[in-house]
């Protein structure tokens, strides 16, 4: 009977430490977090709170004091990556210290570690610069990675950070958006040399040909002959095999374009003269007969190149 005893007594104890090293691995739990992971909302919800580490480089405008980083999975890159058209980081990641402490920075990739904090929906973060995200990671450090801990495909991806192509491919998605949705585009309010405030209005179509063709204008660039096969030949010229998904990206991209461009020519668009709220003033505003199919087969488009660069993981 004191055997049984003790052995009860020991089998309590075995799973009483197992219960209760189960409950600390459980709550000290932390999470691998994926650029690619991080562009569903819906994930990003359900490790709200939790620890998560990533692994990336910081962005050379990170804030000088160390008060926050933007950690890329890219590294050289001097800005932080938007969507075109807008104030929301794409690829990008905002991370801060904790408190009363400053990140240093460092040109080598990095492993960071911090609580994830996701912002309400409709309700992003924002940062002094004016950026807008949906998540940032806070109470965080980082520690510099080690060689063996890098992937096997960092040598391929090196190569494509030291072509800049994926600056220039965000620049060929500007040139999208713009004629996909020229007509959301607008021109500020001023205050002229003479001190005269000049009122803001939402672009013309006029003006929307005058940025694609005139010469030395913002998206002149993507209208000359021959950009997007150039854009095609820079990225063979990495690797001629392992961009093919790339490759017909830019491709489907070219075709929209075309579209796009095309109605613009064509005159395929109606306007109205009405009251503007956000200039407080009555002005003709334009819409593109297609805008909306446009506009949405752009997000597809842009969805798929989005993903492809989120998916280079160290």
Not at 187 to 198: E, I, M, P, T, W
Not at 233 to 259: H, M, T, W, Y
Request: net charge negative; with cysteine; aromatic share 16%.
């Amino acid at each position: 009977m004191k055997n049984i005893r003790q052995r009860l007594a020991l089998v309590l104890c075995v799973c009483l430490l197992f219960t209760l090293s189960a409950c600390g691995e459980k709550n000290g739990e932390t999470v691998r977090l994926s650029f690619k992971s991080a562009s569903s909302y819906d994930y990003l919800q359900t490790l709200d709170g939790k620890v998560v580490t990533i692994n990336g480089y910081m962005a050379t405008s990170s804030p000088a004091d160390g008060s926050f980083l933007f950690l890329m999975n890219l590294p050289y890159q001097s800005c932080p990556f938007c969507k075109p058209n807008t104030t929301q980081l794409s690829n990008t990641m905002e991370v801060y210290p904790k408190n009363n402490e400053k990140f240093g920075y460092t040109t080598q990739a990095i492993r960071v570690t911090g609580t994830l904090a996701v912002a309400p929906a409709g309700k992003p973060f924002s940062d002094p610069y004016g950026y807008e995200f949906s998540f940032k990671l806070v109470d965080a450090e980082y520690t510099i990675l080690k060689s063996e801990e890098l992937s096997a495909d960092m040598a391929l991806w090196q190569k494509v950070a030291e072509s800049d192509i994926v600056n220039d491919l965000y620049g060929m998605y500007d040139y999208l958006n713009f004629l996909c949705a020229w007509n959301t585009y607008v021109v500020n309010s001023y205050v002229s040399a003479d001190g005269n405030l000049q009122t803001g209005y939402y672009l013309y179509a006029a003006d929307a040909l005058n940025y694609v063709t005139k010469d030395g204008a913002q998206f002149n660039y993507g209208y000359k002959d021959g950009y997007f096969d150039g854009l095609v030949k820079r990225v063979q010229a990495i690797d001629p095999d392992a961009f093919s998904d790339l490759c017909a990206n830019i491709r489907e991209a070219e075709a929209l374009a075309g579209r796009a461009r095309a109605a613009l020519e064509n005159g395929e668009y109606t306007y109205e003269y009405q009251y503007v709220e956000r200039f407080n003033t009555e002005d003709y505003v334009y819409t593109i007969n297609e805008g909306e199919a446009f506009v949405s087969e752009y997000e597809r488009i842009y969805l798929v190149f989005a993903n492809w660069l989120a998916g280079w993981e160290m």
